[in-house]
């Protein structure tokens, strides 16, 4: 009967231990695109230049064939309105010495409203349930920051290695969080 809980026991703390130490040796890469090309077939620079420079030298022969399929027309001074624009961008930070993270946070305005948070070269400290948050807190160094001033979940971490995207629910008022988190 002893032996019996012992070894359940064992079973679950290896599991428990699997759980909670693995995503610190093992990264989950994840590399999605950001729509460059507008919706009246414009290659939107601005998404371009945000991009690494490996990924721009990836991405030429598309950008190459979408410029070369677009009709000829005079060059306009305006942007056009559903282009996403730049509302602000920031770098991650290490948090401490266990919760490391780099790369960048833009957020764009993208058509109809809509917003989306794009990391970029992005790069954290893996580990079991990670979330990302918009936080009211302008600079949060700790867990009661994020808590206490205020937050809107924007879904499980994707990846901690990479280029991703996170949609911002319709009707946030943006202008109430001042960091990513």
């Known amino acids: 009967m002893n032996r019996n809980i012992v070894v359940v026991l064992g079973v679950i703390l290896l599991v428990a231990a699997w759980f909670f130490v693995s995503p610190l040796f093992i990264d989950k890469t994840v590399d999605e695109d950001f729509d460059f090309i507008t919706a009246d077939g414009q290659v939107d620079m601005k998404a371009v230049m945000a991009m690494s420079l490996d990924k721009r030298l990836a991405m030429m022969p598309d950008i190459m064939d979408a410029a070369a399929s677009a009709p000829d027309r005079p060059a306009s001074e305006t942007m ?11 770098q991650f930070i290490d948090a401490d010495a266990i919760h490391k993270g780099s790369g960048q946070a833009t957020l764009y305005a993208v058509r109809d409203g809509q917003h989306v948070i794009r990391f970029e070269d992005f790069r954290t400290t893996n580990g079991p349930a990670l979330v990302v948050y918009l936080a009211k807190h302008p600079a949060p160094t700790e867990a009661r920051h994020v808590k206490d001033g205020g937050y809107l979940e924007l879904g499980k971490l994707k990846g901690n290695v990479g280029n991703q995207n996170y949609a911002v629910p319709a009707g946030t008022n943006i202008s109430e969080y001042n960091s990513v988190v």
Request: hydrophobic share 45%.
């Open 80 to 90: 056009p309105a559903d282009a996403p624009q730049v509302i602000a961008e920031g």
